[in-house]
């Protein structure tokens, strides 16, 4: 006979979540939400089509990163713990039908610093098994054929310091924190507390793993969109099938921690130029390079200055960061003294700004003084001054 409150998922939930807060000190109530249902969700693997990371970071050592990594050690399913295991070792141990739950600590070592270019390998398997079906694809010299290595499986890492962005972007992320001398926890010791924490692991697959069709076939109304929702949406239909509050639950530790990833993103160089040259055009039409540098190395906040070793951004360097969007200078007539010179227009980064940058709240505190290009030629006394360009071929 089935124990009822195995079979309750609220139960067998807020027993995790009472677990959580015996023995870390956690951000927030929506973090802590959002562990037990991701950890829940491991239970689940063979429903979901995305399989997502769960993003254990702090500023400094002695955070509680390897302690919470010790919990979902024991209380998610098939826990594959490593440290330094090479890229073939961790798809070996994967499996088509049941993947084991990757837990990889110390991934700062893995991920930062010179060691990140040698482990871009690694890097490419967890953004592939993400999603169900992108396997890694090798020529096996023994039977003369192609192997297909799934790759897909939920993954959790811990480390000093943020991970790769295209992880970190297929990741529930949790920033932890030392504690305060006034916050106290249990100490937590594995050959006590383990067999506890197994029964709990136990007693989630229990509930879940008879309810895989339904969780499959679950499509849960989702408070994000793209990536984030595939992200998340395991997660929700995990809460959604325990009812009581933690579908409300679930939604508010998505959105909760959404924004805040989305609030401390860190962009790419390109990304980060896109986003200046929006700041730096201000309520200009069009801007000549030379002056487009200048005020990019004006901002404070902004690297510009400083970039490329010091010397600071250059015109190839800019054009370079700019190509991927499709932006490139071209000759311009601007007023005199500046004349005819290399430029840009604020129509040819409309495009881009819309499609990948944030959405620009706060206006610039203080506007550039714009750069009058020619009035216009069949009405030069308009108060409606226009662009007078001439591109060349």
Not at 8 to 14: K, T, W
Not at 24 to 29: D, K
Not at 54 to 59: E, T
Not at 84 to 105: E, H, K, Q, Y
Request: hydrophobic content about 40%.
């Amino acid at each position: 006979m089935t124990d009822p409150e195995v079979s309750n998922g609220v139960a067998v939930l807020d027993r995790l979540h009472a677990v959580l807060k015996k023995y870390l000190i956690l951000p927030s109530t929506e973090t802590t939400d959002a562990i037990v249902l991701w950890i829940a969700a491991t239970h689940a693997q063979q429903a979901w089509t995305h399989a997502p990371r769960l993003v254990i970071k702090a500023p400094e050592k002695r955070c509680g990163k390897s302690r919470l990594l010790d919990v979902v050690d024991g209380t998610c399913y098939r826990p594959f713990m490593t440290v330094n295991s090479s890229t073939a070792a961790i798809c070996r141990s994967i499996g088509d039908v049941d993947p084991p739950t990757i837990l990889l600590d110390e991934a700062d070592t893995v991920f930062g610093g010179k060691a990140a270019e040698a482990n871009e390998e690694l890097r490419g398997l967890l953004n592939a098994g993400h999603q169900r079906n992108r396997p890694m694809t090798r020529w096996d010299h023994q039977k003369k054929e192609l192997e297909r290595i799934p790759t897909f499986a939920m993954a959790a890492l811990a480390g000093i310091g943020s991970m790769p962005d295209t992880i970190e972007d297929r990741a529930v992320i949790v920033k932890m924190r030392r504690r305060t001398k006034s916050e106290e926890v249990e100490p937590f010791r594995s050959r006590r507390d383990g067999p506890a924490l197994r029964q709990l692991a136990e007693d989630l697959s229990s509930w879940l793993r008879p309810n895989l069709t339904e969780l499959e076939n679950a499509e849960p109304a989702m408070p994000l969109e793209d990536r984030a929702a595939d992200t998340w949406e395991p997660l929700i239909a995990v809460a959604d099938l325990a009812g009581g509050n933690w579908p409300e639950r679930a939604r508010r530790a998505a959105q909760a921690l959404n924004a805040a990833r989305e609030g401390d993103a860190e962009y790419s160089d390109r990304l980060r130029l896109l986003i200046d040259c929006r700041t730096a055009f201000a309520d200009l039409e069009a801007i000549p390079s030379t002056v487009l540098l200048e005020r990019l190395k004006g901002l404070t906040e902004s690297p510009w200055a400083e970039y490329n070793n010091g010397a600071g951004l250059t015109p190839m360097k800019l054009g370079v960061l700019l190509k991927e969007y499709e932006i490139g200078s071209e000759n311009i007539t601007f007023l005199q003294p500046t004349g005819r010179v290399k430029g840009f227009q604020r129509d040819w980064f409309t495009d881009a700004w819309q499609r990948y940058c944030p959405p620009e709240d706060v206006p610039a505190t203080e506007p550039y003084k714009p750069y009058k290009p020619y009035a216009d030629p069949q009405n030069p006394s308009s108060d409606n001054v226009r662009l007078f360009q001439t591109r060349t071929a």
